[in-house]
């Protein structure tokens, strides 16, 4: 069987061993902390995956959709910068994700807002730097 790629966060684990547990399957959407949950959004920009995007967003922020990668764009690396737990049911992650499209280069720098309810983590919305 062949090994699972790495997953696209940057974790150092496999895809299988880190976000894919929350894209899919029994722990599916239960990611234990808000910065497992960024990681896993982040894998799921990478992978398409806007389903899984939206049902993390919290629904006071959410969109009412999300457009797929544009053709060519390719994601080049996540840098968790640090995290903070506010208290038991909010914190913050800031991360740096880069990407290039069209060989222009871009890189995001976020700091963003996360709450837990009904025991779910949800993205609210960020600062970008």
């Given at each position: 069987m062949p090994a699972s790629?790495?997953?696209?966060?940057?974790s150092g684990h496999s895809y299988a061993a880190c976000c894919q547990r929350w894209h899919?399957?029994?722990?599916?959407?239960?990611?234990?902390?808000a910065a497992s949950l960024m990681r896993s959004r982040y894998s799921?920009?990478?992978?398409?995956?806007l389903d899984y995007l939206l049902e993390t967003w919290h629904p006071?922020?959410?969109?009412?959709?999300?457009?797929?990668?544009?053709?060519?764009?390719?994601w080049l690396g996540l840098d968790v910068r640090g995290?903070?737990?506010?208290?038991?049911?909010?914190a913050t992650v800031e991360f740096v994700a880069r990407s290039r499209l069209q060989g222009r280069a871009s890189r995001l720098h976020e700091t963003?807002?996360?709450?837990?309810q009904d025991g779910r983590w949800f993205y609210v919305?960020?600062?970008i730097a």
């Amino acid at each position: 069987m062949p090994a699972s790629p790495p997953c696209p966060c940057a974790s150092g684990h496999s895809y299988a061993a880190c976000c894919q547990r929350w894209h899919e399957g029994p722990r599916r959407l239960l990611a234990p902390d808000a910065a497992s949950l960024m990681r896993s959004r982040y894998s799921a920009f990478v992978l398409d995956r806007l389903d899984y995007l939206l049902e993390t967003w919290h629904p006071d922020t959410r969109p009412s959709g999300l457009e797929p990668n544009p053709p060519g764009l390719k994601w080049l690396g996540l840098d968790v910068r640090g995290h903070a737990q506010q208290d038991a049911d909010h914190a913050t992650v800031e991360f740096v994700a880069r990407s290039r499209l069209q060989g222009r280069a871009s890189r995001l720098h976020e700091t963003s807002r996360f709450v837990r309810q009904d025991g779910r983590w949800f993205y609210v919305d960020g600062d970008i730097a």
